[in-house]
């Protein structure tokens, strides 16, 4: 049996399997297929000062080997969090980690200060990659600026385990991955989905209320994969691989790309016990290839 | 409520009506056979497919305990049904079930409860079981079915054993010409209670016509759906609770839980 623990940050965690916010509800969802302790860490949905309705129904459609989505945050917001959710799941033997999502900084930092009092939430994931809010979201981390202004203000209140989530959808991931380094974030996850758009020809329009969504599924693999691999390149901090893995191979290619650990996303959708079985193929893998831990294999990829 | 599982299930037999549809008959092999209520879904895999990647959430046409068998009628419009019309038996499909909250049944003391059952094409699906399981109750369901001609007309036998069974088609080769809020029956307005399943511009004409007779009514919908659990918030609704999941609130609402212009 290979050693399948890691570090991030402040975080320790027992294996390098996480699930990705929004696709896995609060964990509950998921609780008839698995035992939810077995993984590494589940990121809860995106959460917000305020409670949000989303966007309007069409909200998803299926794209090849992947879909779009353009849920748009829809949440009750971080004070139902904490006083309906989080009795329900701080007991779980894993690390629950909220997504914090914002429209503006002060947003921003006020649910990071609520969730920084929850003693069983070693660490947030602040998401400056939304493509579905008309503010803020995004618009944080497609700019170099934005993204510094708002990881130096969440990062001056809060001093557990800050992850940025970073966009795809910008022309160079690493400039923005320096920047959210410089200004102390002790890991960045990359990659939220790829803007997208899908079209109904014989009625000739959108098909999602929001014209554009998310694109997310293996579709999005080979783009995810490249970035990781570049932003390991540019960082020192530790990088959370996410972006069409569907099985323990892809899991491994993220990690030997640069990737300390990963989320699985979409495909929890199709298979809801996806994470145990990936936990269990990375541990086979390591045995069959004789690597004793997982640490080793980050970045390891051979010249 | 039961647990949620996931696993494969064999075909033991696969009938293809009209070229359009067919009627996938499941069973479960090394496990409890599980409890199913009429409404209620499972998410069906389709392997091997990059144009059908998701699950389909089907209804549950019917179920015979005794033979340990779940029958699920596809109506096949894209990819994935045309797989599922395509299993041969012993094939094997995974399935995530029992998913979502099933119709309402009456008090078993008010048998003389007068239930209508109105189906509109590929709709009428889960009201063979629905029909069933009231009529296993006690309970004498009638229905009414409609469809855009006679050959979209499907399992009439099957519904004609459990109660009265009246048609409409587009057409007019079968029961009364047109759709099913015309139909003759619905004159009388002697109906307790209506339950209903099809296209979204049917289940909205009868849901004026329960509201405006004061009857209560039942909708089953099929919102686009990706993870069939709750957890993607992709199907939801309007509801007076606001924007609410299909897959885990519904796919059963009263029409007053609902915020349709009715």
Not at chain 1, 17 to 24: D, R
């Amino acid at each position: 049996m290979a050693d399948l623990s890691i570090h991030i940050g402040k975080l320790e965690l027992k294996n390098p399997v996480l699930t990705a916010s929004g696709t896995f509800g609060y964990g509950l969802e998921y609780a008839d297929f698995m035992d939810l302790a077995r993984m590494g860490g589940i990121f809860v949905k995106g959460t917000t000062l305020h409670p949000r309705e989303g966007n309007d129904y069409p909200r998803m459609v299926e794209t090849p080997s992947g879909m779009l989505n353009a849920v748009g945050l829809q949440n009750k917001g971080v004070d139902y969090f904490i006083s309906d959710i989080y009795p329900e799941i701080k007991e779980i033997d894993t690390n629950i980690m909220v997504n914090v999502s914002g429209s503006t900084v002060e947003d921003y930092v006020a649910c990071t200060e609520k969730i920084d009092a929850l003693d069983k939430i070693p660490a947030i994931e602040l998401n400056i990659s939304c493509p579905n809010v008309k503010q803020g979201g995004m618009a944080f981390g497609t700019n170099c600026s934005a993204a510094s202004e708002v990881v130096r203000a969440v990062r001056k209140v809060y001093h557990k385990t800050l992850i940025v989530k970073l966009s795809p959808n910008v022309t160079d991931i690493t400039e923005i991955a320096q920047v959210v380094e410089a200004e102390g974030a002790d890991a960045i996850s990359l990659i939220n989905t790829l803007l997208g758009m899908a079209i109904d020809a014989e009625r000739r329009k959108p098909i999602l209320s929001t014209i554009t969504g998310g694109l997310s599924g293996p579709c999005i693999k080979p783009v995810a994969l490249r970035m990781v691999y570049q932003t390991y390149k540019a960082v020192k901090i530790p990088i959370i691989g996410l972006g069409g893995i569907s099985n323990w191979k892809d899991a491994i290619e993220f990690i030997l790309a640069g990737a300390t650990a990963i989320q699985i996303g979409t495909y929890n959708f199709i298979d809801p016990a996806i994470p145990v079985k990936v936990v269990e193929g990375i541990n086979e893998y390591l045995d069959r290839q004789g690597v004793c831990s997982v640490r080793e294999l980050v970045g390891g990829l051979i010249a | 409520m039961m647990k949620k599982r996931i696993a494969n299930w064999k075909v033991k037999e696969n009938i293809t009506f009209n070229q359009n549809y067919c009627l996938l008959k499941l069973t479960l092999e090394d496990e409890p056979f599980p409890e199913f209520l009429p409404g209620q879904f499972v998410q069906v895999k389709i392997d091997n497919s990059e144009k059908a990647f998701l699950r389909r959430p089907i209804s549950v046409h019917y179920v015979d305990e005794k033979e340990r068998e779940l029958y699920l009628l596809i109506q096949i419009v894209g990819t994935g049904t045309r797989y599922l019309s395509c299993l041969q038996p012993d094939d094997s499909l995974n399935l995530i079930y029992p998913l979502g909250n099933g119709f309402s049944i009456p008090d078993p003391s008010k048998k003389s409860k007068k239930l209508l059952l109105i189906g509109g094409g590929i709709g009428s699906a889960p009201l063979l079981y629905l029909g069933a399981f009231l009529r296993e109750r006690g309970f004498t369901p009638t229905f009414l079915i409609g469809a855009r001609s006679e050959r979209d007309l499907l399992q009439l036998e099957e519904f004609n054993k459990l109660g009265t069974v009246y048609t409409t088609t587009e057409n007019g080769r079968s029961g009364e010409k047109g759709y099913v809020v015309d139909h003759s029956l619905l004159r009388k307005k002697d109906a307790d209670f209506i339950y209903t399943c099809g296209p979204n511009l049917m289940m909205l004409s009868v849901a004026r016509y329960a509201r405006e007779n004061g009857i209560p009514c039942e909708v089953s919908l099929e919102n686009r759906m990706a993870c069939g659990i709750g957890a993607c918030l992709c199907c939801v609704e309007h509801t007076i609770y606001g924007n609410t999941c299909v897959c885990t609130k519904g796919p059963v609402f009263n029409i007053n839980e609902l915020e349709w212009q009715i």
